[in-house]
Every structure is written in C-alpha cells, then in structure tokens.
C-alpha cells in the first residue's frame, strides 16, 4: 500500500475585529473627509424645511427674536432688571441654548431619522451626526443676527463698566473679548458631535431614551442661568452663604451652565471665569473617550438597529 500522502492547507485568515478603537476613530476621520456632502445635505435641510416660503430661513431669526423679546421683557420685570442689560443676556442665553437643545433633542434621533440612508449609502455613520450639527450650526448663525440687532439697541449699556441688576460683580463691558466666542462656539461644536454620537446610539437600542430626554431637557431649561442669572442666588444667600448655597451648588453641578457660559460671557462683556472652560474641557475628554467606547462596541449594530 502506498502511504498516505498529507497536504498542509493554509491557515485559515483570521476574521477581522470591529470593534477596536482604531475603526472607531476611523469612521469619524472618514466623516470628516466627507464633508462636502454633509456639508450640503445639512444645507439642503434647511432649504427644504422654508421650501415656498417668502422669506425663507428668515423665519428662524424672527422666532429667536420673538422668544427673546418676550422672556427678556417678561423676565426682566419679575427680577427688576435693567433691559439695557438684560435683554443682551436673554438673547445670547438663548441662542446658545437652541443650539444645546437641538443637538441634544434631534442627537438622540438621528440615526433613527436617517433609516434609510444609513441601509442603502455605504457611509461612515458619523456623516448623519455631522449633518444635524453642521445644520444646527446654521440655524445658530441666523440666530445670531438678533443678538448683533440687541446689541446695536442697547450698545451704551453695554460699553465700559456696569453691574447686573441684584449682582455686586462689576463688569467690564463689551470690548476684543468679545472674539473669545469664536473658540467657544469652536468647543461647543466638538461637544455637541460626541453627544450627537453617545445618545444617538443609545437612542438606536434602547427607543425609550428620546422620550425621555424630551421630557428633561424643559427642566434642565429652568435650571440654567439663561432668563435669570447666579447673582439672583447670590442676592438669596445675602453673600455670606447659608441656606442660599445649595442653590448655587446646583448651578454649579448643571454642565449646560458651563457650555452657555463660556459662550455668552465674551459676547456681553463679562469677566470670564475659567472654571467653566476648564469644566467644558474636562467633560470634552470624558464625553469623548465615551462616545469611542460606543462606538467602538456598537458601530457595526446601528444599521440593524435602525
């Protein structure tokens, strides 16, 4: 009998591991070298949402002028303010805010919206996230036209040295500083793509998360220093502390504080504090490091998620 003869076959090629962080990374480094077309569809959005309107995106600047007008009027009359100063706080409050809001809100359901795109364009699935941000960020910069509109009002109020009404701080009053918005804006946008990632794909899995998060976010609003201020809780404590503290405290602890401040402060001539840059860039590390651990683990699920 002749021996058997054994041929050696090739091993077998090791199947390839997505979930690392290196792909993870990858797909927002490939994103963003896509950003021509998030770039336009975000752009496309808007011009289809005020398709056969008259004025068009226009209507965005009128709604945030409306809204701050009537909290700034109605606010300042509950706190005794002076409007010349309030009204500016109100207004760029708030635009940040609607910034905030709409990533947060439109962040938890933004693979979920894009269903389709995501099961027929082979596209990395930081694109969609990029694309409400990039939209959001427009409706920021339309927004920002009522805050040049306040300021250009009440302008006298707000050049050289003054004081909030019920606050003992002096504050400088509009001058170059006021370009420190522009990196904030910067910082503000890099937060809201990894809170856009992180709650998007919670929100893909677990359906009960935008609902939920629909019905905080009104009570997080009341929380934050936007239609009235710290020197408020300030003015409770009588500034030697007691039973006022815990007030500030909550402030404190409330991280949409921070990110609204460190864009209004410059933009009204504020001393800037920079425990609120130092608590934006702490929670940037953290919220990111998060937002990669999801992604690294679940990328690849989002697309039977949906």
């Known amino acids: ?100 809001l709409g990533v ?42 009522v805050y040049v509109v306040v300021v250009a009002i009440y302008f006298p109020s707000l050049v050289g040295e003054y004081k909030m009404a019920g606050d003992d701080t002096v504050q400088p009053g509009l001058s170059w500083g006021v370009l420190m918005a522009i990196p904030a804006l910067v910082l503000v946008v890099v937060n809201a793509v990894w809170v856009a990632l992180l709650f998007g794909i919670i929100s893909t899995r677990f359906r009960d998360i935008p609902p939920v998060i629909n019905s905080f976010i009104n009570l997080v609003f009341f929380m934050t220093p936007i239609v009235w201020h710290v020197g408020v809780l300030n003015k409770v404590t009588g ?8 007030r500030i405290l909550i402030a404190e602890l409330n991280p949409v504080y921070h990110y609204v401040e460190i864009f209004r402060a410059p933009l009204l001539g504020h001393t800037q504090d920079w425990h609120h840059w130092a608590v934006v860039g702490g929670l940037t590390v953290v919220g990111w490091t998060l937002a990669l651990i999801a992604m690294r683990n679940y990328r690849a699920r989002v697309s039977y998620w949906v």
């Open 239 to 246: 500034g030697t502390g007691g039973g006022g503290d815990w």
């Open 1 to 100: 009998m002749q021996p058997t003869s054994t041929v050696e076959r090739p091993p077998a090629p090791l199947a390839p591991n997505s979930r690392t962080f290196a792909r993870a990374y990858g797909d927002v480094r490939d994103a963003w070298r896509l950003r021509e077309l998030w770039g336009h569809l975000g752009w496309q959005d808007i011009k289809q949402r005020y398709r056969r309107s008259v004025i068009g995106p226009l209507w965005i600047t009128i709604s945030m002028g409306t809204t701050a007008l009537a909290l700034g009027l109605l606010y300042s009359q509950l706190f005794k303010q002076e409007l010349g100063t309030f009204l500016p706080y109100v207004t760029a409050g708030f635009i940040i805010w609607n910034f905030i």
């Open 104 to 145: 947060v809100t439109e962040g938890t359901e933004v693979f979920i919206s894009n269903e389709g795109l995501i099961k027929h364009l082979p596209a990395p699935i930081t694109v969609h996230v990029l694309r409400m941000v990039w939209r959001q960020t427009l409706f920021l910069a339309h927004n920002m036209v």
